[in-house]
C-alpha cells in the first residue's frame, strides 16, 4: 500500500509541480487530500491525464478493482474497468474535461476486470491549472451492499404492494402503518381512512370481543394465530374473512410489529355451503333429506322431551304414483314429485320439515303440537292440497296419497320408533281407503307384526317348495272335451295351511318377491304340460301374468319353454285388461309373445275398460268374460262380449260357470269354452283327475 502511495504522489508530483507555479498552495492541498484518502480504504481514487492514462492509483482503487498501482499507472483507463453504461460514462468526463466542472455524484454499475459486477458511488474532479484541465481525479466509493439491500427492500416493497394477498402492517399499539393495494380493495378502504387507526376498528364488524382478545393473546404469546373472522367492508357490506396474524420482533425480542394477511372467504363459505346443502338436500325436490331429518328429528325430540311438549309424524305415499311413471314417463313423474313437495311446504309452518324420505315417500315433522287434533288438521289440509288435479306437462293427473301418523309420546320415544309407527298406520291407511290418513293404534302394531311374519315365511317359501300348483279345466261348451288347464298358485304355509293367492300375493308382491315366484310357477306350470303330453293328454297349460312379471315375460317365457321341452302353443299366458291398460310397453309386449308363439288371452274381460280400438291391435286369441256376468245370467252382455270377439276373430271363455243352466245360456250365444265348478266336476268325474294328480 505504501509504495502504491509513494508511486502515485510522485506521479502526482511529476504532473503537479513540474514548473513551480504560484498555485503551490491549491497543488499541496490536493496532495494532502490525497493523503488523507489513502488514509481511508473506503475512497477508491485515481486520476488521470489528458490522454485518459491513470496518473494516480491508491490502494483502494486496488482493493476495489482487483489491479494494483504496477498494473494501472500509465495505462488507459478504459482497460481497467468499464461501465454498464460506458456511453454515459463518457459523455460525463467529456463534459469535466471541457467545462473544468466537477461531475455531480452518482451510482454507477460497473464490471471489473476480473469479471465483478460492482457499484461505485463515483464523483470526478478536475485540476484546473491556467485555464485548462490537466487532469481528473475521480473518487470510487464501493456501494455494492447499499444496492443490494436497496434492491431487497424494493423488491420487498414490490411484493407487499402486488401481491394478490391483502397485507396490513401494524405498529406495537396496533394502528395501521402499511396496508397494500389488494388489503384496500378486498376491505373497499382508502389508506386514509386506515393509516393510523386501529386495526380492529378499521376491521369493523369484527365484534366478537372474547374472540378479539384470545386472537392477540395468541399472537402475543406464540407469535401467530390464524382463524375465520366476521369482516365487514367499508360500505358496511360482512364477508367472511380468514385472518392470519404474526407479531414481528425485534433483535432483542420485543414486539415491534403486527403483519395481518387477510383473504375474503365468501367464495370458499359458498361453494361449503353449496356442498353441504348437496349433502343435506334431494336433488330433485330439493327438500331435506333423510339427513338433514335424521338431524331435525333429534332436535325437535329433544326440545320435545324438555319442554314436555308433543310432535307428530306424518308419513305420506302417494297412491299410485308408480302409475304415472309407467304412462307418462320418468320425467312427468319427476314433475309431479317436485309440485307435490311444494304443495306440501305450503301446508306446514316454518318450524315443521316436509322431507322426502324416498321415491314417492314424504315425512313431514311437526314439531311442538298442541295435540293429535292439529296433526289431523295438517293432514288433512295435505290431502285437501294434493287434492288439487296437476298439470303437467299438458297432463291433468290425478293426485292422493295416504298418511300415517305418529305422535310422541304416546306412539313411541325414539325417532326409529315413532317413523316406523308413522309407516304403519301409513300402510293401513294405503290398505282401507287411500287418499286418507290414520293415526297409529297398537292393534296396527300386532298386524304389522303379523305381516312381517307373513313376509318372512313367505321369503323361505320357494326354497322350502311349499308353493305348488292347482290347475282349474277348461271345457269345450260343445264337446264337453277339456281343452286347458288354468294353473292356480297355492302357498302350504307351514303356520296357517294351504293358501289362496290373494292371501299372500299382495305382501310377495310388496317384497319384491313376485318375479321369482312368477319364474317358478310359469317353468312349473309348462312342465307340468308337457307330462299330461307325455301321457296322451293334449291339454293347453294357461299361466296368469303378474305385473311385476311382464315386462321381461318374453325371456321368461322362452326360458321355460327351452327348460321344459312344451312348444310354445301349449302354453297360454293370461294377461288381465288391468295390466294391458297400465302398461304402457303392453303392445310391443304383446307383440314379442305372439312372435314366439305362444298363445295369448285377456283375462276378467269385461271388469276394465279396454278400448275396442286397442283391442283390435291385440295379437290376442281368446277373451276370458269375467264370473260376474256369467254369475249374473248377464245374457245381453254375453252375447254383446261373443259378437265382439267373433269380429275381432277370438274365441271366447266364460269363468266360474257353476249349474247347468249357465251352460245352456252361453251355448245358446255361441260360447266356446268354459270355466267353474260345473266345469271342475265334469273332469272329476272323468279319468283326467288321475293323471293331473
Ligand atoms: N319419476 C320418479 N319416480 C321415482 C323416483 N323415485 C322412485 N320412483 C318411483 O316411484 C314409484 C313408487 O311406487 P310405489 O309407491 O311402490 O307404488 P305406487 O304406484 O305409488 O303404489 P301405492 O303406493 O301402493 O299407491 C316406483 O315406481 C319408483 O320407480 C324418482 O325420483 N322419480
Known amino acids: ?24 498552495d491549491a497543488l499541496d492541498l490536493i496532495s494532502h487530500l490525497i493523503g488523507a484518502m489513502e488514509l481511508t480504504p473506503l475512497v477508491a481514487v485515481h486520476c488521470m491525464d489528458h490522454a485518459r492514462n491513470v496518473q494516480f492509483w491508491n490502494d483502494s482503487c486496488r482493493l476495489l478493482y482487483g489491479i494494483d498501482g504496477d498494473g494501472a499507472l500509465g495505462k488507459p483507463l478504459n482497460g481497467l474497468y468499464t461501465f454498464e453504461d460506458q456511453a454515459a460514462r463518457d459523455a460525463i468526463l467529456e463534459q469535466v474535461w471541457q467545462t473544468g466542472q466537477p461531475s455531480p455524484a452518482a451510482d454507477w454499475r460497473v464490471r471489473t476486470a476480473d469479471g465483478r459486477d460492482l457499484w461505485v458511488y463515483s464523483m470526478l474532479f478536475p485540476v484546473v491549472r491556467g485555464g485548462v484541465v490537466r487532469q481528473v481525479f475521480c473518487m470510487d466509493v464501493d456501494v455494492t451492499a447499499r444496492k443490494q439491500l436497496e434492491r431487497q427492500l424494493n423488491l420487498a416493497a414490490q411484493v407487499f404492494e402486488y401481491s394478490r394477498d391483502a397485507i396490513v402492517l401494524m405498529d406495537r399499539q396496533r394502528r395501521i402503518i402499511a396496508a397494500n393495494h389488494a388489503y384496500a380493495q378486498v376491505t373497499g378502504r382508502t389508506e386514509q381512512q386506515m393509516l393510523g387507526h386501529d386495526f380492529i376498528s378499521v376491521q369493523s364488524g369484527f365484534e366478537d370481543t372474547e374472540l378479539c382478545h384470545r386472537m392477540w393473546r395468541e399472537v402475543d404469546d406464540d407469535g401467530y394465530w390464524q382463524g375465520e373472522i366476521a369482516s365487514r367492508r367499508a360500505g358496511g357490506d360482512p364477508f367472511p374473512g380468514w385472518l ?44 331435506p333429506n333423510r339427513v338433514l331429518l335424521q338431524d331435525r328429528l333429534s332436535q325437535a325430540l329433544a326440545a320435545a322431551r324438555r319442554h314436555q311438549a308433543m310432535l307428530a309424524i306424518l308419513y305420506i305415499d302417494l297412491d299410485h304414483f308408480k302409475q304415472v311413471n309407467d304412462t307418462l314417463g320418468h320425467p312427468v313423474g319427476d314433475a309431479l314429485l317436485k309440485e307435490v313437495a311444494a304443495r306440501l311446504v305450503r301446508c306446514v309452518r316454518g318450524a315443521d320439515t316436509v322431507s322426502r324420505y324416498g321415491g314417492d315417500e314424504f315425512l313431514v ?39 300415517g301418523i305418529s305422535i310422541f309420546p304416546g306412539d313411541g320415544g325414539s325417532i326409529d320408533e315413532l317413523i316406523a309407527r308413522a309407516d304403519v298406520a301409513m300402510y293401513h291407511a294405503k290398505q282401507n281407503r287411500r287418499n286418507s290418513f290414520q293415526f297409529f293404534n297398537p292393534h296396527m302394531h300386532a298386524q304389522a307384526s303379523e305381516r312381517a311374519g307373513l313376509e318372512q315365511r313367505l321369503r323361505a317359501a320357494l326354497a322350502a317348495g311349499e308353493f305348488t300348483l292347482h290347475y282349474q279345466p277348461e271345457i269345450d261348451v260343445r264337446t264337453g272335451q277339456p281343452v286347458a288347464m288354468e294353473a292356480l298358485l297355492r302357498w302350504c304355509d ?14 310377495a308382491e310388496a317384497a319384491g318377491l313376485m318375479p321369482a315366484i312368477s319364474q317358478w310357477v310359469l317353468r312349473e306350470a309348462c312342465g307340468a304340460a308337457q307330462r299330461w303330453r307325455a301321457a296322451g293328454q293334449d291339454l293347453v297349460v294357461a299361466v296368469n301374468v303378474s305385473p311385476a312379471q311382464f315386462a321381461q315375460l318374453p325371456h321368461a317365457v322362452a326360458e321355460a319353454l327351452a327348460a321344459t321341452g312344451l312348444p310354445p302353443d301349449g302354453l297360454e299366458l293370461e294377461l288381465t285388461e288391468d295390466l294391458l291398460m297400465k302398461c304402457h310397453d303392453a303392445p310391443a309386449l304383446l307383440q314379442a309373445l305372439h312372435a314366439q308363439g305362444v298363445r295369448l288371452a285377456i283375462d276378467d274381460f269385461g271388469t276394465g275398460y279396454s278400448q275396442l280400438g286397442l283391442l283390435k291391435t291385440y295379437p290376442v286369441g281368446k277373451l276370458k268374460i269375467d ?19 267373433r269380429s275381432l276373430h277370438m274365441q271366447v271363455t266364460a269363468e266360474g260357470v257353476e249349474t247347468a243352466a249357465q251352460l245352456d245360456l252361453l251355448r245358446s250365444h ?16 272323468g279319468e283326467l283327475v288321475q293323471l293331473l294328480r
Open 1 to 24: 500500500m505504501e509504495q502504491t502511495a509513494t508511486t502515485s504522489e510522485d506521479a502526482v508530483d511529476q504532473e503537479v509541480h513540474p514548473h513551480h507555479h504560484p498555485a503551490q
Open 244 to 287: 392470519a396474524l404474526t407479531a414481528i420482533r425485534d433483535a432483542q425480542g420485543n414486539i415491534t410489529n403486527y403483519m395481518g394477511i387477510l383473504s375474503d372467504i365468501s367464495d370458499r363459505k359458498k361453494a361449503e355451503e353449496r356442498t353441504r346443502h348437496l349433502a343435506e338436500h334431494d336433488y330433485l325436490t330439493d327438500l
Open 365 to 403: 315433522l311437526l314439531a311442538d303440537i298442541g295435540g293429535s287434533g292439529q296433526a289431523a288438521h295438517v293432514a288433512g289440509s295435505i290431502l285437501q292440497a294434493l287434492a288439487q288435479p296437476c298439470v303437467v306437462e299438458g297432463h291433468t293427473l290425478p293426485l292422493s296419497a295416504s298418511i
Open 494 to 507: 307351514p303356520q296357517r295351511g294351504v293358501q289362496a293367492p290373494q292371501h299372500f300375493l299382495p305382501v
Open 627 to 645: 264370473r260376474s256376468f256369467t254369475g249374473a245370467h248377464d245374457g245381453a252382455a254375453i252375447a254383446a262380449t261373443v259378437a265382439m270377439a
Open 670 to 685: 255361441g260360447c266356446d269354452y268354459y270355466q267353474g265348478l260345473l266345469a271342475e266336476r265334469q273332469v272329476e268325474g
